[in-house]
């Protein structure tokens, strides 16, 4: 498979997973409606970098054996899960905030930095991961690839990520939709939290299985 048809089938099967709901679209859209664009942007950043790291395991032939190899599996959901349940009680936590405009305190209460991590750990630590790169790595990738063709997928995967979840951002920062949900923005922190919550536990359940 030369390139660009290598690009165009990336490109199609990755927004698809992209766009399923699933850890990362929770916490972005969370992020995003209870802290305002900027904090959603820098967590899509965040996600969108933890992307290279599957990519980097996956380009080395790592996930296949990661994928085979149940104790490796296990391990990396143990993690997953764990880290989805500790965002899903921090989110059940969450109480009631003034009516006054949140992206003022709540932006300056997490810098960049730990915002653009928070994003990156969903990402990284997502137990579906190596499944998934297996599988699209394996469909896209030969012996005979060059090593720049493999540099080229991972860095456009990174760019769709980055491109949908900040398009999503944008689309819930909206001042309508702001308006909406900030007034219910702890509910909202409480019902992202359930689902990561929920989310975390079937990772577990899943592995213990």
């Not at 030369?2 to 990362?24: E, N, R, S």
């Not at 992020?31 to 996956?58: D, E, F, K, M, W």
Request: aromatic share 8%; proline share 4%; charged share 10%.
């Amino acid at each position: 498979m030369d390139l660009y048809q290598g690009l165009l089938l990336i490109t199609a099967i990755h927004l698809l997973a992209a766009a399923a709901p699933g850890p990362d679209f929770v916490l972005v859209a969370q992020q995003t409606l209870c802290n305002g664009q900027r904090t959603g942007l820098l967590c899509s950043l965040g996600i969108a970098l933890g992307l290279s790291v599957h990519i980097l395991y996956s380009s080395f032939g790592l996930a296949a054996i990661i994928a085979n190899s149940s104790s490796a599996l296990w391990s990396i959901k143990i993690l997953g899960g764990g880290y989805l349940i500790m965002l899903g009680i921090r989110g059940l936590k969450a109480k009631a905030r003034s009516a006054e405009p949140l992206s003022g305190a709540i932006v300056k209460e997490r810098s960049a930095l730990k915002t653009i991590g928070l994003g990156f750990l969903c990402n990284a630590l997502n137990p579906k991961a190596p499944i998934y790169f297996v599988s699209l790595f394996t469909v896209v990738l030969s012996q005979d690839t060059p090593p720049q063709n493999i540099l080229i997928y991972g860095l456009w995967m990174m760019a769709l990520q980055l491109a949908w979840f900040s398009l999503l951002t944008i689309l819930l920062s909206r001042p309508a939709v702001t308006r909406t949900f900030q007034a219910m923005g702890h509910w909202i922190d409480r019902i992202a939290g359930g689902a990561m919550l929920l989310l975390g536990f079937k990772v577990l359940a899943t592995s213990a299985n």
